[in-house]
C-alpha cells in the first residue's frame, strides 16, 4: 500500500523557515521523481518544486526560486523542503507528489503570518 506521510508544517512568522519531510512507503522510492505542490485557499494547486530520483536535478518555481530547496534521501525514502524567508503568500496546505505514479500524500499545513 503506497503511503506518503507530510509532516512539518505549522505556523511561522514572515520572514521565518520550515522543513518539511514527506516519507514513502510501499513503492520503490529510490527510482522516482518528486515533487511539491501546494493550494492556498480558493486557488488551485500548483507546482512548487521537484527532485529527479538521484537528487542531480531540482526545478523551483518562478515563486520560491532562492528562497526554497528540495532535497531527498534514498536510505530514509524521505524527500524534504526547506523553506527560508517565507512570506504569507506562502501560506497553503502543501503536498508531496509522484509524477510517475499519480501519487499524492495528504498534505500539511503552512501558515506565514504575524
Known amino acids: 500500500q503506497v503511503q506518503l506521510v507530510e509532516s512539518g508544517g505549522g505556523l511561522v512568522q514572515p520572514g521565518g523557515s520550515l522543513r518539511l519531510s514527506c516519507t514513502a512507503s510501499?513503492?520503490?522510492?529510490?527510482?522516482?521523481?518528486m515533487s511539491w505542490y501546494r493550494q492556498a485557499p480558493g486557488k488551485e494547486r500548483e507546482f512548487v518544486a521537484r527532485?529527479?530520483?538521484?537528487?542531480?536535478?531540482?526545478n523551483y518555481s518562478d515563486a520560491v526560486r532562492g528562497r526554497f530547496t528540495i532535497s531527498r534521501d534514498n536510505a530514509k525514502n524521505t524527500v524534504y523542503l526547506q523553506m527560508n524567508s517565507l512570506k504569507p503568500d506562502d501560506t497553503a496546505m502543501y503536498y508531496c507528489?509522484?509524477?510517475?505514479?499519480?501519487?499524492w500524500g495528504q498534505g500539511t499545513q503552512v501558515t506565514v503570518s504575524s
Open positions: 510501499g513503492f520503490t522510492f529510490s527510482i522516482y521523481t
Open positions: 507528489y509522484v509524477p510517475g505514479r499519480a501519487y
Open positions: 527532485i529527479s530520483d538521484t537528487g542531480d536535478v531540482r
